[in-house]
């Protein structure tokens, strides 16, 4: 499984990717995020799935991207072609795979900004090469393993918020995955943009970089619930114990 994660704020773009790859009882560790800067845009891939389908849709994206003579001036241009290598790599793999019992699966997401735009886009691309485009009310997608983390991203997330208020969310979202979600882990690679610059800053964390903030996180949940009031439990709880409201000799 994977867990990829892009956001979108006022302030600009987050993307967390982890590295971990499982396949059968292999364990393996491999970048899922991959960044571009050329012609006056710059933008970010990350995807699920199956790791064959993705770098061979990938590997088709970078030479069509390398062939490609007129620069993007919106990045819905780029998913587009991004798209139509996902739709040409299922029309040459899609039967061998259903066929051998594995499904077409990849999802990706894509962020970033060309010259012709007057704001930062994250795109998020479904395997049949459809995509839709993210909005002040959905500030974030994620891919992969995308249940453990999604509770504090929709308690604490908007469009409003700062870029480091997301990246905080962003890793704690992760790290309540990694600790659900066996096949989800360590390194993660970050990526950030700010709009107008057309340059993405990455940096990869490893365990022992977010093992304080881990650890912080787990005693704060436990004794914000252990503070927890606990008035509308009691009714609930006082039935645990009907024999002592009983009066003597009442059977």
């Known amino acids: 499984m994977t867990f990829c994660l892009g956001i979108n704020v006022s302030e600009g773009l987050v993307g967390i990717a982890d590295t971990r790859l499982t396949s059968g009882n292999e364990c393996l560790t491999a970048r899922k995020v991959s960044v571009y ?15 064959s389908v993705r770098d061979k849709a990938l590997t088709y994206f970078e030479d069509a991207l390398g062939q490609r003579e ?12 991004f798209t139509d290598q996902v739709r040409r790599v299922a029309s040459e793999d899609k039967a061998a795979l259903v066929e051998s019992g594995l499904a077409f699966d990849m999802k990706a997401l894509i ?16 395997p049949q090469g459809n995509w839709v485009d993210t ?18 991203l929709d308690r604490t997330l908007t469009y409003n918020d700062s870029m480091r208020h997301a990246f905080k969310t962003g890793c704690l979202a992760f790290d309540s995955t990694r600790i659900s979600a066996a096949d989800v882990g360590f390194p993660i690679d970050a990526v950030l943009y700010v709009p107008n610059t057309f340059r993405i800053v990455e940096h990869r964390y490893q365990e022992e970089d977010l093992l304080e903030i881990s650890n912080w996180w787990q005693e704060r949940l436990r004794l914000t619930l252990s503070n927890l009031p606990e008035d509308w439990i009691e009714e609930a709880f006082s039935k645990l114990h009907p024999a002592a409201e009983r009066k003597p000799g009442a059977i």
């Open 37 to 51: 800067e050329r012609d006056g845009g710059a933008m970010f891939i990350m995807t699920s799935g199956l790791r």
């Open 70 to 81: 007129e620069p993007f001036t919106r990045l819905y241009q780029a998913v587009n072609l």
């Open 111 to 126: 962020g970033g900004q060309m010259r012709g735009e007057d704001a930062h886009k994250l795109y998020l691309v479904y």
């Open 135 to 152: 909005g002040r009310g959905t500030p974030y997608h994620v891919i992969g393993s995308t249940g453990y983390g999604k509770p504090i």
